[in-house]
Nanobody, 119 residues
Framework: QVQLQESGPGLVKPSQTLSLTCTVSGGSITINYYWSWVRQSPGKGLEYIGHISYSGSPYYSPSLRSRTSISRDTSKNQFTLQLTSVTPEDTAVYYC????????????WGQGTQVTVSS
C-alpha cells in the first residue's frame, strides 16, 4: 500500500522560505508517476503547485513558478517543496500526492499539514 506523509514547520514568517518534505512508502518515486504538491485554503480552494517526475524533471504551476522549487532525495524516497518570499496569502493546508501519468488525476494523498504565515 502506498503512503505519503508531509513534514515540516507549521509556522513561517513573512518573506522567509516555506520548506516541506514528503516521505513515500510502498512505492519508489523513481519508477513511475508524478510526485506532486497541492494546497488548500478558504480563499482559493484547491490549488496545484507542481510536481517532480519519476525521472527527476520538475514542473511548476505558472502562477507560482518564480517562487517554487521541487526536488528529491532518492536514497530516502522523499521529495521536497520550497516556496520563497511567503506572505499570509500562502497560508494553507499543504498536501503531497501521487499524480497518474497521462490520466491527470491523483490517486494517493498525504494527510495534509497546516502551514501558517505570520509574524
Amino acid at each position: 500500500q502506498v503512503q505519503l506523509q508531509e513534514s515540516g514547520p507549521g509556522l513561517v514568517k513573512p518573506s522567509q522560505t516555506l520548506s516541506l518534505t514528503c516521505t513515500v512508502s510502498g512505492g519508489s518515486i523513481t519508477i513511475n508517476y508524478y510526485w506532486s504538491w497541492v494546497r488548500q485554503s478558504p480563499g482559493k480552494g484547491l490549488e496545484y503547485i507542481g510536481h517532480i517526475s519519476y525521472s527527476g524533471s520538475p514542473y511548476y504551476s505558472p502562477s507560482l513558478r518564480s517562487r517554487t522549487s521541487i526536488s528529491r532525495d532518492t536514497s530516502k524516497n522523499q521529495f521536497t517543496l520550497q516556496l520563497t518570499s511567503v506572505t499570509p496569502e500562502d497560508t494553507a493546508v499543504y498536501y503531497c500526492a501521487r499524480l497518474i501519468e497521462n490520466w491527470g488525476r491523483f490517486d494517493y494523498w498525504g494527510q495534509g499539514t497546516q502551514v501558517t504565515v505570520s509574524s
